[in-house]
């Protein structure tokens, strides 16, 4: 089963708007960019989840930092409004971390650990370094935007 994002937006500490419609979307640490993805998980029903793995494909910025994954708990954010200011709720928890990226590779992440069944599953990432990745975001080349994909048995 694969799913794309149904939001997902970039968001920079101190501006008042988002990257929400552009064909990608960054993470870095300086200046502070955080990406946010939303995806609608449906079709699990009682079906056991054997993985769940996002993947990304670097399109910008080739560092050390790939992004820190933490999961979104307040779900009600829209990629057309979602900015610094009123971004949602994290866990605190990181759930995953990625660390160097090239420009032209697919980057997979795993996060069987809190994607469970069917609903809404938001996810944040983040980095700590000045050195962060640029992603072929939702409105990208659709060969290339992010893809949440799960094995089921």
């Not at 979307?25 to 200046?31: A, C, E, R």
């Not at 709720?89 to 994607?115: K, M, P």
């Not at 996810?123 to 060969?143: I, M, P, Q, R, T």
């Amino acid at each position: 089963m694969t799913f794309i994002p149904t939001d997902d937006a970039e968001i920079v500490s101190g501006r008042s708007s988002n990257k929400g419609d552009e064909n990608e979307f960054n993470v870095d640490g300086l200046p502070t960019e955080q990406i946010l993805m939303k995806f609608n998980v449906a079709g699990v029903s009682s079906k056991k989840i054997k993985s769940v793995t996002l993947k990304l494909y670097c399109i910008h910025k080739s560092y050390n930092d790939g992004g820190r994954f933490r999961l979104i708990t307040d779900n009600s954010w829209d990629e057309s409004t979602v900015t610094w200011n009123n971004r949602p709720a994290v866990d605190d928890r990181e759930i995953a971390r990625l660390g160097r990226v090239s420009i032209g590779s697919w980057y997979s992440v795993d996060l069987t650990s809190v994607v469970t069944g069917d609903g809404v599953y938001g996810f944040n990432v983040y980095s700590k370094s000045a050195d962060g990745a640029g992603y072929v975001s939702s409105e990208g080349l659709s060969a290339r935007r992010p893809r949440l994909e799960i094995e089921v048995e």
